[in-house]
């Protein structure tokens, strides 16, 4: 089966902490500044310098979860946002992004139950109502693709395998991954 998230996007400025969690603004700024110049690796050296002097902050350590996945470092940006997830179970973004990853990963269960974390988190959270859909709609493809290799003369599991891979391919000029961190 077409993998169909097949690269993704887990950039997220952290401005949506900003308000529940102050840092100095210049200092987050800077590193936006090199990470959106496409300057990840000194945006994260410089992340992980700021964290040495402010280990407990969250809007740092949410920005070097991002960074980390942006230089292809899931596994650490996992252990980030799931760190994250323990200490402030109240925010979404860190479940969203934990989801991001686990799907470019095609481990769709874990990106769902991670969805449904930040949903409880924040009802509200349209990326994550978005991401959700995205991930059903890959698990439905997966029981589809399946259930066509169990049945092959099925007259109604092609035309419902076709509509959800329509679904869930991206389109040329589109962007390429189907799962989003909020931006």
């Not at 887990?10 to 900003?18: D, E, K, P, T």
């Not at 410089?46 to 979860?65: I, S, T």
């Not at 991670?114 to 890959?138: C, I, K, M, W, Y």
Request: proline fraction near 5%; glycine fraction near 4%; charge should be neutral.
């Amino acid at each position: 089966m077409q993998r169909p998230f097949q690269s993704l996007s887990c950039w997220c400025f952290a401005a949506l902490l900003a308000f529940a969690f102050p840092v100095a603004a210049d200092e987050v700024g800077e590193i936006q500044r090199l990470q959106s110049a496409g300057q990840t690796a000194d945006a994260l050296q410089r992340a992980e310098r700021a964290l040495a002097a402010k280990p407990k902050d969250v809007q740092l350590r949410f920005l070097r979860g991002v960074l980390l996945a942006e230089s292809r470092r899931s596994a650490d940006a996992i252990g980030v946002f799931e760190q994250l997830t323990q200490d402030f179970p109240e925010l979404a973004e860190p479940y969203n992004n934990l989801a991001a990853l686990y799907a470019a990963a095609g481990d769709y269960d874990r990106a769902k139950a991670s969805l449904e974390q930040a949903l409880r988190a924040n009802p509200g959270f349209a990326t994550a109502h978005e991401n959700l859909g995205d991930v059903l709609a890959a698990l439905a493809s997966r029981s589809y693709a399946r259930a066509l290799q169990l049945d092959p003369h099925s007259t109604t599991v092609p035309a419902k395998l076709a509509l959800v891979r329509q679904l869930t391919t991206p389109k040329a000029g589109a962007a390429s991954a189907l799962l989003k961190a909020p931006q």
